[in-house]
């Protein structure tokens, strides 16, 4: 059975860091690129960033570009993410997802984790 | 980037009725559509991927059809378990976009 687990999320204040990470199990792990969807309170849903199967593929929204860096350690089977800079605006839950198809990083998300909730606050 | 549209924002029906979803993309995203069903509290779960194939495990009373710029998500026969909010995604080149959502009220 495919699991993901998301941590470390959890309150910071604007301009602060955090580190997500999300522990991946049940699957072939390096076969698969990994990606972060997050969601705003009460809004829609956001991709923020993949990283590609063996990791040298990286890719980010607009929005997070140059503040979030995304990186995977296939030895651990494990996700993460680097979140720099924050703002208020990146209050949200955010998702793991892993990709359904082991052929691209361009895919859709069969499998997610049920998140953690970050919020950038003073 | 690929703006995906929804509509309507919010669909009210009655156990049994069809419920007809819509989602527009901005330029063609060829047959790179899926959709998602969310509910309080939970992850998007994925019913339709490549806009017209079933994920594992989804029922065939949810159907996706559509090419280009206009899909459909069809629920034939709906139930009280189908209130939730969809989401339409495409995968035709980076950024990755969501549509903003449908809400499906259950009468």
């Known amino acids: 059975e495919v699991q993901l687990l998301e941590s470390g999320g959890g309150l910071v204040q604007p301009g602060g860091s955090l580190r997500l990470s999300c522990a991946a199990s049940g699957f072939t792990f390096i076969n698969y690129a990994m990606t972060w969807v997050r969601q705003a309170p009460g809004k829609g849903l956001e991709w923020v960033s993949t990283i590609g199967a063996g990791g040298g593929s990286t890719y980010y929204a607009d929005s997070v570009q140059g503040r979030f860096t995304i990186f995977r350690d296939n030895s651990r089977n494990t996700m993460s993410v680097q979140m720099d800079s924050l703002r208020t605006g990146d209050t949200a839950v955010y998702f793991c997802?892993?990709?359904?198809?082991?052929?691209?990083?361009?895919?859709?998300?069969?499998?997610w984790g049920q998140g953690t909730l970050v919020i950038v606050s003073s | 980037e690929i703006v995906l549209t929804q509509s309507p924002a919010t669909l009210s029906l009655s156990p049994g009725e069809r419920a007809t979803l819509s989602c527009r993309a901005s330029q063609s995203v060829s047959s790179y559509l899926a959709w998602y069903q969310q509910k309080p509290g939970q992850a998007p779960r994925l019913l339709i991927y490549d806009a017209s194939n079933r994920a594992s495990g989804i029922p065939a009373r949810f159907s996706g059809s559509g090419s280009g710029t206009d899909f459909t998500l069809t629920i034939s026969s709906l139930g009280p378990e189908d209130s939730a909010v969809y989401f339409c995604q495409h995968r035709r080149n980076w950024p990755i976009t969501f549509g903003q959502g449908t809400r499906l009220e259950i009468k």
């Open positions: 997802a892993r990709g359904l198809l082991d052929t691209t990083s361009l895919d859709v998300f069969g499998y």
